[in-house]
């Protein structure tokens, strides 16, 4: 029985070794081969980004990349520095919310802008190629119905009934600049604090629910979201651009950015429209559930992208 305790001691001192082990080496956080040809992948924590990520991932494979991924890594405070030392090759990234991460006092909204200032603030150690058109940014969206009864086009049709809306949106859209403040700076919504009404789950079905259901007049939820579609509901113009551009961009550590690797992901950008990108969540979050690697490797085929480009 002693030895059969020594025995349990020793497998459990291993595992503890282990687990110690495991919690002090984080692969993200070890510089990685810079000069390497080999590309990594990466993606953040959240569908749309991983689907766009296994697209680059398959169509670098295709044109003669060794590819490797490291996929749901988190936030930009977690992927960033991991591009910074090449722990990730490339990630998809958005242009307006990059620009802000770089540049705190960044005020560009309009895509060329963004674009032009984007590419001033990444430095030496990053790189972009080409947005692609498809965006996924902040929207103000109605439902059918209240479009139809008041009329609404764009969020300036929205600001005479200022007094009867009721907003939901996450909490920190009540103090952000391109949030409440925004859209009565720029079309004179003028929503009060108790019509402002917080929901945490970042324009998601929570959100969606509670427009349809109408405990909201209006909702800020996101360009991209196949709820828009499949709810007949209506996302308001922003002529003014309140809210960022937010088009879809491969970000490159700088060290590994080359001319093939732009040229064939400039390819996919192309082709990567906003509608494409709904389509795309449509297929990986809607009622079809598909995995995002089974999803990304249909539309690289529908797009004819799975065979070498040029």
Known sequence: MRAGRVLVAAVALAAAMIVAACGTSDPLAAKGDCASDALIVGSANFPESETVANIYTEVLRINGFKVDTKFDIGSREAYIPAL????????????????????????????????????????????????????????????????????????????????????????????????????????????????????????????????????????????????IAENDLVVLADPQHNFAAQNVVPLFNAAKKTDKAVAVLDAVSAKLTTTELISLNTAVSGDSKIEPKAAALAWITAKGLNSPIG
Not at 89 to 97: A, D, H, M, Q, R
Not at 106 to 116: F, I, L, Q
Not at 168 to 194: C, H, N, V, W
Not at 206 to 226: E, H, N, P
Request: with cysteine.
């Open 84 to 227: 910074r030392q090449c722990a990730i090759s490339l990630i998809p990234e958005y242009t307006g919310n990059l620009l802000q991460y770089l540049d705190k006092d960044a005020t560009a909204t309009a895509a060329p802008e963004v674009n032009a200032a984007l590419t001033k603030a990444l430095g030496d150690d990053l790189a972009i190629a080409t947005p692609a058109p498809g965006e996924d940014s902040d929207a103000v969206v109605v439902t059918r119905a209240t479009a139809d009864k008041w009329g609404l086009k764009s969020i300036a049709d929205l600001a005479p009934h200022s007094a009867e809306v009721k907003f939901g949106g996450m909490a920190e859209f009540a103090q952000r600049p391109g949030g409440l403040p925004g859209l009565k700076k720029t079309y004179g919504l003028d929503i009060s604090d108790a019509n402002f009404v917080p929901i945490a789950d970042g324009g998601g079905p929570a959100t969606v629910r509670a427009l349809v259901d109408g405990q909201v007049t209006a909702a800020d939820i996101f360009t991209t979201s196949q709820a």
